[in-house]
């Protein structure tokens, strides 16, 4: 089973800034937060990955609480393409996990509606 | 770079018949994953390979589905027979020693 828990929808404005959060209260000390997102018809796509700290590229920023149990994906300025559902996921850091370890468990995500 | 190539993207079968999905993964990636994605849920990983080995199956109904990858390239996933329930979209995906997940378009499959 998926150790996460996401909102089931959230709607957002076109240009502001899109958060979603995520709770991972079982997180294990070498697990790390990972998110994906899987636009209509397509597979679903790698965004960011973080351990304890703050992380940030191209795509999105990754904020991660200090006790670990909490983390929140934010898309600075959303726009209509962004619209999909994301996927928060704990599993061991890429390359770490050997055998099956290095699936991914994906609970049902968070459906995000852009609007413009 | 290529990606996940799969196909077909689209069967429709009826109930009892059988079915065959293909998957090349990125070049030089061991590890291959094939997942189901039944409406409205995330994916369910049905098998996983690490080369032409297989790590996981322990989610595959082994009584009606099967998957190979006999040269440790690309691989086939099998349903025989089908059931209504198998309506769903397959999805392969690869990974380099375990690492990032990069995932295919995926086959939707209907048996009506």
């Known amino acids: 089973d998926a150790k996460t828990t996401q909102p089931p929808s959230m709607d957002c404005a076109e240009g502001r800034a899109a958060n979603l959060p995520c709770n991972h209260s079982t997180i294990s000390g070498n697990e790390y937060v990972y998110w994906y997102r899987q636009i209509h018809s397509q597979g679903p796509q790698y965004i960011i990955h973080?351990?304890?700290?703050?992380e940030t590229n191209e795509m999105a920023s990754l904020i991660i609480t200090e006790d670990r149990k909490s983390s929140t994906l934010i898309l600075p300025h959303a726009t209509l393409r962004d619209t999909a559902v994301y996927y928060c996921i704990v599993r061991v850091a890429w390359g770490l996990g050997g055998g099956s370890q290095g699936n991914l468990i994906f609970g049902k995500g968070t459906k995000l509606s852009v609007k413009p | 770079e290529a990606g996940v190539a799969q196909s077909p993207r689209y069967k429709i079968i009826e109930k009892r018949q059988s079915v065959a999905f293909w998957c090349n993964p990125i070049?030089?990636?061991?590890?291959l994953y094939w997942y189901q994605q039944i409406l409205g849920q995330g994916p369910k990983l049905l098998i996983q390979?690490?080369?032409?080995?297989?790590?996981?199956d322990s989610q595959l109904p082994k009584d009606r589905f099967s998957a190979e990858r006999l040269k440790g390239v690309d691989s086939t996933l099998k349903i025989q027979p089908a059931k209504l329930e198998d309506s769903a979209v397959y999805l392969c995906?690869?990974?380099?020693?375990?690492?990032?997940?990069?995932f295919g378009e995926g086959s939707r499959l209907t048996v009506l």
């Open positions: 995906a690869s990974s380099l020693n375990t690492g990032e997940l990069f």
């Open positions: 390979f690490q080369n032409n080995g297989v790590v996981d």
């Open positions: 973080g351990l304890k700290n703050n």
């Open positions: 070049s030089g990636h061991a590890t």
